[in-house]
């Protein structure tokens, strides 16, 4: 089983992408759901996630107030939206799923966890911030 992205495509700065993680083999309601980027050359940095409920997220300071993470269990999908898009925001984005809880808003431990501390991945999706 694994997590399927989709939606990254190439866009100019200031412009906005949705992002979706959806679970085609499983169902996602009792699982925490984070994003990650990488971009080449860098290390993986944690984008933002979101809890099980969808009650509680937490994000990365480099896009608080520009992305808003949510989910629709019903859907079997957690989205990302981006908002106001910066050059710097270009890398491969990947969600991933854990059964550990997102229980305070402040926690941002979820971004430090090993792969292994995940129990699915997706491939990812690239965006492309430029003009």
């Known amino acids: 089983w694994q997590l399927v992205e989709s939606g990254g495509d190439l866009v100019q700065p200031g412009g906005s992408l949705r992002l979706s993680c959806a679970a085609p083999?499983?169902?996602?309601?009792?699982?925490?759901i984070a994003w990650f980027r990488q971009a080449p050359g860098k290390e993986r940095e944690g984008v933002s996630c979101?809890?099980?409920?969808?009650?509680?997220?937490n994000y990365a300071d480099s896009v608080k107030g520009r992305f808003t993470i949510s989910r629709d269990n019903a859907k079997n999908t957690v989205y990302l939206q981006m908002n106001s898009l910066k050059p710097e925001d270009t890398a491969l984005y990947y969600c991933?799923?854990?059964?550990?809880?997102?229980?305070?808003?402040?926690?941002?431990?979820?971004?430090?966890?090993?792969?292994?501390?995940?129990?699915?991945w997706g491939q990812g999706t690239q965006v492309t911030v430029s003009s």
């Open positions: 979101i809890s099980s409920s969808g009650g509680t997220t």
């Open positions: 083999g499983f169902t996602i309601d009792y699982f925490t």
């Open positions: 991933a799923s854990t059964t550990a809880p997102l229980v305070d808003p402040d926690d941002e431990s979820w971004a430090r966890a090993r792969d292994d501390e995940y129990d699915y």
